[in-house]
């Protein structure tokens, strides 16, 4: 079992106590700022102790089989509100109402698993009735940003000829923008009912949900003759726990504890391009 180490200005110094822990047969140095410890005796009890050193260090780790590149994938998914890009787009419609503390409470709750997906969703999308649809317009313009890493990620995982997956249970309209922007393969996601210029406060057909989530990346799959152990699934909240639950690598990004402590790896504090040391 290797353990990869790995923090956004750490360097080789920052993380001796970490390696002594470990106790490694040997280190190797991926880049300046991440370092691969090679033959570790993983146990539960080491992984607490590597847990606890690398939160009080602000330094991602991740144990991973020795061997494991991204060769061994086919397909990375993603979730996008909160994980490839750093708003959650609803919240930010409802600021344009006024209504963003309302509506954020709900997001976070669900987030969290504390609501059901759909009766968040149908919750938040009421309150959103009347608004303009130009509204969508002004968040995508000031508002969204990728995720930190995110662009040198896609283009690493597109240069190896993986196939990539945006699934969420937020809006088509960011949804459509990111795979024309990122030249993405996939998106899936929930459309925002407009009449005549203004949102109705509903979505149109199903609601893309945790099982909906989960189903797609099985579609995607299929579509690409590929088992899902082959793909990577990247997630924050409790509503991407079903697809990455099926992923043969499931990666939590600025999560939520409950997904943490679920996925494969996590990372806290380096960008989304930090599966990539893991993979090296």
Known sequence: MNLILQGLNTNRADIEAIVALAQPQRVVDI??????????????????????????????????????????????AMDMDSTLITIECIDEIADMQGLKPQVSEITEAAMRGEIEFNESLTRRVALLKGLDAGALQRVYDERLQLSLGAEKMLQAIQAAGLKTLLVSGGFT?????????????????NELEIV??????????????????????????AELGVPTSQAIVMGDGANDLKMMGVSGLSVAFRAKPVVRAQASVALNFVGLDGILNILA
């Open 31 to 76: 880049n300046a700022h991440a370092w691969r410890c090679e033959g570790i005796a993983h146990s539960a009890a080491l992984k607490a102790q590597i847990d606890a050193a690398c939160l009080a260090q602000q330094v991602d780790y991740a144990f991973v089989e020795a061997g494991r590149t991204l060769k061994d994938f086919k397909l990375v």
């Open 173 to 189: 309209f960011f949804t459509d923008r990111m795979k024309s922007r990122l030249n993405l393969d996939y998106t899936h996601s």
């Open 196 to 221: 005549d210029g203004k949102l109705t406060g509903k979505v149109v057909g199903g609601i893309v949900n945790a099982e909906e989530k989960r189903l797609t990346v099985e579609r995607v799959c």
